[in-house]
């Protein structure tokens, strides 16, 4: 069974940086789409980030593009999101995602993905 365990969530202050971590075992999230959520009240999920073929193709939401880059370690079957200079709206709860059936890997609702993990939060503050 596919799963997921984000960590490295924490409070920073804006301008600063973190980097979650995504571990996937059950299977190899090299092979297939591998997204990055963030969640805060009252709005919808939001994809910020999203790589496929072994990192070869990433996409970013324009609110984090330039500021977010991912990463992945075969070896070890984990996704990396690295966050720099971190703004007060970057302040959530992210969530890494898979989706092992399809090729397309941007402008996905989150009810495309079928694996999640439980989330971290990241609290950005002045």
């Known amino acids: 069974q596919p799963q997921l365990m984000e960590s490295g969530g924490g409070s920073v202050q804006a301008g600063e940086s973190l980097r979650l971590s995504c571990a996937a075992s059950?299977?190899?999230?090299?092979?297939?789409?591998m997204a990055w959520f963030r969640q805060t009240p009252g709005k919808e999920r939001e994809q910020v980030a999203s790589?496929?073929?072994?990192?070869?193709?990433?996409y970013f939401a324009d609110s984090v593009l330039g500021r977010f880059t991912l990463s992945q370690d075969n070896a070890k079957n984990t996704l990396y999101l690295q966050m720099n200079n971190l703004e007060n709206d970057d302040t959530g709860v992210y969530y890494c995602a898979a989706d092992l059936q399809s090729t397309r890997c941007w402008s996905r609702a989150p009810s495309d993905f079928e694996y999640w993990g439980q989330g971290v939060q990241v609290t950005v503050s002045s």
């Open positions: 790589t496929h073929y072994g990192g070869q193709a990433t």
């Open positions: 059950g299977f190899t999230l090299s092979k297939y789409c």
